[in-house]
């Protein structure tokens, strides 16, 4: 058969970890993960990273590969997966990719478009900005800097914007012409999976999540990160909310509240992304009807 990624992609807390490990150990293979943050070895319960159990069951790429002080953009992320994909086809005739970062995902299955290098000064400056200043301040400069970018862009995904307000600052150009969209040849097959299920029951499953990750131990782990709290990696939902309480701002429950708030809202935000993708093949988190989708694609692109 020819080389296959089994790519599994959905909303936050949608089960798409407990999935790609099934399906990795149907298939006797590796997984790579395609999530923006759990690369960080630093960030570890508020990312909901793969259990030990799950580790230990399947190697996994793109985990704890990383430190919250190097710079990671979906390009770096290209390169990394592309070349873990081609050592496991050494090895095996399918891959897995799994995650909810729907720009990584994207990159992955079709490349992206080369931007040009940004100033570092101007980099750090907007991010110590948008440290004291948060999101509201972010996007009306992203407004004022870039409207092309505002207009057609993420603004809700404070990556994105700082991204686009480097980017314009640096080059003078608005992010968006630099996007060609020119889909860039993979030397393999590509067969998405997108999980779903019920809107409360995923927004159950958030607010359970984010509990469970409370009783387990996050506040401790973002105290201990509070120093390095301006850093980029660090700019992501369940820890920008608690370094707020840790600052005063807000009192633990209400910091709690907005975690879930802002997750249920990101889950939102990567259903509307994937959803524009016509190559997934929706259904699901259950093993059994997955396979049965995943054999499909196998044998029609035979």
Excluded at 272 to 297: G, H, Q, R, Y
Aim: charged share 30%.
């Amino acid at each position: 058969m020819n080389k296959t990624c089994i790519v599994i992609v959905g909303p936050t807390a949608v089960g798409k970890t407990s999935l790609a490990v099934q399906t990795a150990l149907h298939f006797n293979t590796e997984i790579i993960s395609a999530d923006s943050r759990q690369c960080f070895k630093e960030l570890n319960i508020g990312v909901a990273k793969p259990s030990t159990e799950e580790l230990a069951q399947v190697k996994h790429h793109f985990i704890s590969s990383h430190s919250i002080k190097e710079d990671m953009n979906t390009s770096l992320f290209e390169q990394y997966a592309l070349k873990k994909a081609a050592t496991i086809f050494k090895e095996h005739d399918i891959a897995v990719v799994v995650g909810g970062t729907g720009l990584y995902v994207k990159t992955f299955c079709q490349g992206i478009d080369e931007v040009p290098q940004v100033d570092e000064k101007i980099r750090k400056k907007i991010n110590e900005e948008y440290g004291w200043e948060g999101l509201d301040w972010l996007q009306k400069e992203v407004e004022k800097q870039d409207p092309l970018y505002y207009a057609k862009g993420e603004i809700k995904n404070p990556h994105r914007l700082l991204r686009a307000l480097e980017v314009k600052l640096s080059t003078g150009k608005s992010l968006i012409e630099f996007q060609t969209q020119e889909k860039k040849h993979r030397d393999f097959e590509i067969i998405k999976i997108g999980l779903e299920i019920p809107k409360e029951q995923l927004h159950n499953n958030i607010n359970s999540r984010v509990d469970a990750m409370m009783k387990t131990g996050l506040l401790e782990e973002v105290k201990k990160l509070e120093p390095h709290k301006k850093l980029k990696a660090l700019q992501t939902v369940g820890y920008r909310e608690l370094f707020g309480h840790l600052a005063g701002d807000l009192s633990l429950e209400d910091a709690v509240e907005i975690i879930k708030i802002n997750t249920r809202q990101y889950a939102k935000r990567q259903m509307t992304w994937f959803k524009k993708d016509e190559e997934v093949s929706w259904c699901t988190p259950d093993f059994v009807l997955a396979m049965e989708k995943i054999n499909t694609e196998i044998g029609r692109k035979r």
